[in-house]
């Protein structure tokens, strides 16, 4: 079980950046998926991205493609999701979440699979 403490929400122009970041605590942070979901007023939570526990795989949503880019420091326990060329769709409370592997097998984009979340923090982009 990991602890997560987002930070780095903000309000921001369209087509400006933010850089989110998760501090996570616990000795096993390494051996986690570390993903990043968002949810918006009245929507269901939806995938971002997510990083594999080495960092040499990452996944995407469609829609933050080319625009937002995730990171992991295991050295530090830390994951970023860089967001850039914000649009006001992109407004949304931003989740961190850990997902311990199976058999060394993981889904990204599920959230059902994230068994440990942070408390959220909230970007707005007005329009």
């Known amino acids: 079980q990991v602890q997560l403490v987002e930070s780095g929400g903000g309000l921001v122009q369209a087509g400006g950046s933010l850089r989110l970041s998760c501090a996570a605590s616990?000795?096993?942070?390494?051996?986690?998926?570390m993903g990043w979901f968002r949810q918006a007023p009245g929507k269901e939570r939806e995938f971002v991205a997510a990083?594999?526990?080495?960092?040499?795989?990452?996944h995407y949503a469609d829609s933050v493609k080319g625009r937002f880019t995730i990171s992991r420091d295991n050295t530090k326990n830390t994951v970023h999701l860089q967001v850039n060329s914000l649009k006001p769709e992109d407004t949304a409370v931003y989740y961190c979440?850990?997902?311990?592997?199976?058999?060394?097998?993981?889904?990204?984009?599920?959230?059902?699979?994230?068994?440990?979340w942070g408390q959220g923090t909230q970007v707005t982009v007005p329009s």
């Open positions: 616990g000795r096993t942070f390494s051996s986690y998926v």
């Open positions: 990083i594999s526990p080495s960092g040499g795989n990452t």
């Open positions: 979440a850990a997902q311990a592997l199976v058999y060394s097998a993981y889904v990204a984009q599920d959230p059902l699979k994230y068994g440990d």
